[in-house]
Nanobody, 124 residues
Framework: QVQLVESGGGLVQTGGSLRLSCAAS????????MGWFRQAPGKEREFVAT????????YYADSVKGRFTISRDNAKNTLYLQMNSLKPEDTAVYYC?????????????????WGQGTQVTVSS
């Protein structure tokens, strides 16, 4: 019922910044909790950041705390991930996801809808 499309990935040098966007269609995301996950080659998909439908609750993986910022603009039906001080270990395909719980959730099993992913590559 909801489709998610990520954009903004690319190649950046260590210490650089990128801003990822996740545009939703089909229905508004205003009532959904939203999250970002990433998956590196040969590894399982891991939690990055999440935000509740109101936007007042936010959680981050320890590996990105202080560097990444998750936000949402419900009027634009869009989720964002600002990525600063990027490191080579941040290299992965980044996915946005929506959970009908409406809450900020770190558990991948709580998410109902997924985007196709966008590649982020950080060169050393």
């Amino acid at each position: 019922q909801v489709q998610l499309v990520e954009s903004g990935g690319g190649l950046v040098q260590t210490g650089g910044s990128l801003r990822l966007s996740c545009a939703a269609s089909g229905r508004t995301i205003s009532s959904y909790g939203m999250g970002w996950f990433r998956q590196a080659p040969g590894k399982e998909r891991e939690f990055v950041a999440t935000i509740s439908w109101i936007g007042r609750n936010l959680y981050y993986a320890d590996s990105v705390k202080g560097r990444f910022t998750i936000s949402r603009d419900n009027a634009k039906n869009t989720l964002y991930l600002q990525m600063n001080s990027l490191k080579p270990e941040d290299t992965a395909v980044y996915y946005c996801a929506a959970t009908r719980t409406g809450q900020a959730m770190a558990n991948i099993l709580e998410y109902n809808y997924w985007g196709q992913g966008t590649q982020v590559t950080v060169s050393s």
